[in-house]
């Protein structure tokens, strides 16, 4: 089984529609992130998270939300889901002795397309 | 703010040729450094990382990347590339205060040719 796991792994929806990418993870990291992918944008954070009740926005926060509901669960919601949200998005957790500088571990992505 | 730039966005070259994948940053205090990889269709994986000291770091699958403090540069290289090498690679860029926070480059995609 995956560290991390994202579902759902593919997602097709309407305009305006309410939407929610889980991520769970079983590495007991205490950070865990949401990025979205985009050809020639790379990687963009929406949000991370340091526990809880610590909660951050990054650099695309607009349009999205976020809830930790325990250490191992992160979700991430579109309220009124719109096109330009069509993207891949991606969890990601880090943590333990080199929390600050250690490696981000990914999930295998979420595909969302907004119609 | 931090950001992070990848002058290119696709690189082509032959096997065995070797290979140059620039990222540039700007933040005006210090900063730890990373080289991601995304192999097709997959998340990405930790290629190698600077936090301090020797400004040459090396992966185990031959790649080294420099840390140019001068130049705010880190960019990535290999001396001879495979074909397993065909990915997408992203550098990105922590500050030593808010080292949770990790910002990525718009990626380079290495393409190799036989």
């Known amino acids: 089984d995956a560290d991390v796991t994202q579902t759902p792994r593919n997602r097709i929806t309407k305009t305006g529609k309410r939407i929610m990418l889980e991520c769970s993870q079983t590495k007991g990291h205490d950070r865990m992130y949401w990025y979205r992918q985009d050809p020639g944008l790379g990687l963009r954070l929406i949000y991370y998270s340091f526990d809880v009740k610590d909660i951050n926005k990054g650099e695309i926060s607009d349009g999205y939300s976020v809830s930790r509901q325990a250490q191992a669960k992160f979700s991430l919601s579109l309220e009124s889901a719109i096109p330009n949200q069509t993207a891949l998005y991606f969890c990601?957790?880090?943590?333990?002795?080199?929390?600050?500088?250690?490696?981000?571990?990914f999930g295998e992505g979420s595909r969302l397309t907004v119609l | 703010a931090q950001s992070v730039t990848q002058l290119d966005s696709q690189v082509p070259v032959f096997e065995e040729a070797p290979v140059e994948l620039r990222c540039n940053y700007s933040s005006s205090v210090s900063v730890y450094l990373f080289w991601y990889v995304q192999y097709p269709n997959q998340g990405l994986q930790l290629l190698l990382k600077y936090l301090s000291g020797s400004t040459l770091v090396e992966s185990i699958n031959g790649f080294e990347a420099e840390f140019n403090k001068s130049q705010t540069s880190f960019h990535l290289r290999k001396p001879s590339v495979h074909i397993s090498d065909t990915a997408e690679y992203f550098c990105?860029?922590?500050?030593?205060?808010?080292?949770?926070?990790?910002?990525f480059g718009s990626g380079t995609r290495l393409s190799i040719r036989p």
């Open positions: 990105a860029v922590s500050k030593y205060s808010s080292a949770s926070k990790i910002i």
């Open positions: 990601a957790t880090r943590g333990g002795r080199d929390a600050n500088t250690g490696e981000l571990f």
